[in-house]
């Protein structure tokens, strides 16, 4: 049960393993692109390429819903980054209940947008946890954890990542079940991750240089902190914090360095609308900045 690309590797890692994937069940397909074609989700795509029967139900709450999905008589669902709730006869139908690779080190990052909240609040690390699911907002019991070191990485990049190792980690447990026990979670220490607001996306150059590279890293590649040049929104999605001050939002010198309320940033890859991303040096050749320019 899986819907965007970080759950394919984990459909792809449970067929490579040999294990029998009654069915496969993602979000409807939804209009894409400029034609607003109906698209298939990545899971279908990849559960229609080895030939796995799909399901794609707008809700699980109608009891001819929950009955479909409990005359397959699974052993145990995976989960990952489904989309839908799923309620309690659904939770209750696998023989070992629902198993959900969830993209954080629980109880820190419940919720929806747990890569985003990691990299923009400065985590060392974060990683997956294979959870029970239950009917709480990722409360269940951990079975596994795999930690990942965060470093500089965008969330795109560590999303890539974690989809590999929550693969790796789910086949891990459903070869030998009895090996993990389930550990209850603290809630005391739960963090909750909620999902990202457009409004959080637009750059304040008076905060810390070093949470704005933060924020620029956790919103790359979607959906892109971005800051104003002449009216004209640039999303910026790759920055360097670098030793420099003035007044916040100032253009610094010609290698557009930016002075935030403490230090400054200096971008490396930056997007204007409708246009390719570029390289700062590819992109001051199409649009330069003068030094002294106030971004908004």
Request: hydrophobic fraction near 50%; include cysteine.
């Amino acid at each position: 049960m899986g819907t965007p690309d970080f759950a394919v590797p984990a459909l792809r890692a449970l067929a490579e393993a040999g294990h029998e994937i009654a069915c496969v069940y993602t979000q409807p397909p939804r209009p894409a692109g400029r034609g607003k074609k109906l698209m298939p989700s990545p899971v279908q795509l990849e559960a229609e390429r080895l030939g796995v029967a799909v399901r794609s139900p707008v809700s699980l709450r109608n009891a001819e819903a929950q009955a479909e999905f409990a005359a397959l008589a699974a052993d145990v669902a995976v989960v990952a980054a489904y989309g839908l709730i799923l309620p309690q006869p659904v939770l209750d139908a696998p023989a070992h209940g629902c198993l959900n690779i969830h993209a954080s080190l629980l109880p820190r990052w419940r919720g929806a947008a747990p890569i985003h909240r990691a990299v923009m609040a400065g985590d060392v690390e974060t990683g997956v946890t294979i959870m029970q699911m239950e009917a709480g907002l990722d409360t269940g019991p951990m079975l596994h954890k795999v930690t990942v070191p965060v470093g500089r990485k965008t969330t795109g990049e560590l999303f890539d990542e974690l989809g590999d190792v929550g693969a790796a980690a789910m086949v891990e447990v459903l070869a030998d079940l009895a090996a993990f026990p389930p550990e209850a979670q603290d809630d005391s220490a739960a963090i909750y991750a909620p999902k990202i607001d457009k409004a959080e996306a637009k750059i304040e150059w008076a905060k810390d240089a070093a949470v704005i590279e933060r924020l620029v890293r956790g919103l790359a590649p979607f959906p892109g902190a971005w800051f104003e040049l002449d009216s004209e929104r640039v999303k910026l999605l790759l920055a360097e914090v670098v030793d420099a001050s003035g007044a916040p939002g100032t253009v610094l010198d010609e290698d557009l360095t930016i002075a935030c309320g403490t230090a400054a940033l200096r971008p490396l890859r930056l997007q204007r609308a409708g246009k390719p991303v570029l390289d700062r040096a590819e992109f001051l050749r199409g649009r330069p900045v003068a030094k002294g320019t106030i971004l908004a």
